[in-house]
């Protein structure tokens, strides 16, 4: 069983910002997207941002040029950047490490909570 291990989350004033961070064991983000998905409670997952391994970020468009995805290849590890938060922004952030070449394989954060709130 592979683990990501996220931190980062938690509660943050409207307007204000928060990094979240993962990291991926081994090598297992070689070759693959790594990224971030949110979940509201009772509604599937979606996607926040994406970077492949080659460094091409894609962003949903609620981001709105709010939130910043970045990785270190060196290291296996992920940020997202999120500024001016919205309180529609809360949610349950997931990292994910994708990778579409054989062996292909999806994996998951534990998830972590971001609440913005006054």
């Known amino acids: 069983q592979v683990h990501l291990v996220e931190s980062g989350g938690g509660l943050v004033q409207p307007g204000g910002s928060l990094t979240l961070f993962c990291a991926a064991p081994?090598?297992?983000?070689?070759?693959?997207?790594m990224g971030w998905y949110r979940q509201f409670p009772g509604q599937e997952r979606e996607l926040v941002a994406s970077?492949?391994?080659?460094?091409?970020?894609r962003y949903a468009d609620f981001v709105e040029g709010r939130f910043t995805i970045s990785r270190d290849n060196a290291k296996n590890t992920v940020e997202l950047q999120m500024n001016t938060l919205k309180p529609e922004d809360t949610a349950v952030y997931y990292c994910?490490?994708?990778?579409?070449?054989?062996?292909?394989?999806?994996?998951w954060g534990q998830g972590t909570q971001v609440t913005v709130s006054s």
């Open positions: 970077v492949t391994s080659g460094g091409i970020t």
């Open positions: 994910y490490v994708h990778r579409f070449v054989t062996p292909t394989y999806k994996y």
């Open positions: 081994g090598g297992i983000a070689r070759s693959a997207t």
